[in-house]
């Protein structure tokens, strides 16, 4: 059975700090890894989705990076802003199936 | 990825009623939609699988009676909580996997249920 693991759970930061979150994964037969943006209350923001034959996908300041024969991810934001407060979810699929979710970093960037 | 609507965002019911709670792909057919449902500070814990035309397929330990889903066209899936009790209390989400160029999971907004 899949688990997915993200360390930190929480992660309290300066403004302007380039920072990383941690996702793991036990089992490395997957087909994509995808990041989510999830605001208090509100649903889930696509931030970046890694297919198992890529390495890193790049959007803005963020980069994330995947490992598949060691089952790790991680999520590295830049110069982070107040405005990048939120929890952050890494989740794996195996194709068309359901996603696996991390139980989250929650990420406070104080101005 | 497609766009997925969810609604409604907010609903309060009284204990033993039912509520319904919609899930639209308004850009992309899903034949496949998926519903989760999290807990305060817990991560999304799938529920079930609707399939379009036919039975959903739920996780282990949720009950099918009280978490009805119907899945009756490819842009509409539902989920109806009958019977709801307070620890029915919880986020629900729903999403829709969708192929081609921007292809990835696409989430709906979310449905906050309270029942009191």
């Known amino acids: 059975k899949q688990e997915v693991t993200q360390i930190p759970a929480a992660l309290s930061v300066p403004e302007g700090e380039n920072l990383v979150l941690n996702c793991s994964f036990t089992d490395s037969a997957i087909y994509n890894l995808q990041w989510f943006r999830q605001d208090p209350g509100k649903g889930l923001t696509s931030l970046l989705l890694?297919?198992?034959?890529?390495r890193e996908q790049t959007s803005g300041r963020l980069n994330a990076s995947l490992d598949k024969s060691s089952g790790r991810s991680t999520l590295y934001i830049a110069a982070s802003q107040p405005g990048d407060s939120a929890t952050y979810l890494c989740?794996?699929?195996?194709?068309?199936?359901?996603?696996?979710f991390g139980k989250g970093t929650r990420l406070s960037v104080i101005a | 990825g497609a766009v997925v609507s969810q609604h409604p965002s907010r609903v309060i019911c009284k204990s033993g009623t039912s509520v319904k709670i919609e899930c639209r792909s308004l850009d992309f057919q899903a034949t496949t939609m998926f519903w989760y449902r999290q807990f305060p500070k817990k991560s999304l814990m799938l529920m079930a699988t609707s399939n379009e035309g036919s039975k959903a397929t739920y996780e282990q330990g949720v009950e099918k009676d009280k978490f009805l889903i119907n899945h009756a066209s490819l842009t509409l899936s539902t989920l109806t909580v009958t019977s709801a009790h307070p620890e029915d209390s919880s986020f629900y989400i729903c999403?829709?996997?969708?192929?081609?160029?921007?292809?990835?999971?696409?989430f709906g907004s979310g449905t906050r249920l309270t029942v009191v």
């Open positions: 890694i297919q198992s034959s890529q």
């Open positions: 989740a794996v699929s195996a194709g068309n199936t359901p996603l696996v």
């Open positions: 999403s829709v996997y969708t192929t081609g160029a921007n292809y990835g999971y696409t």
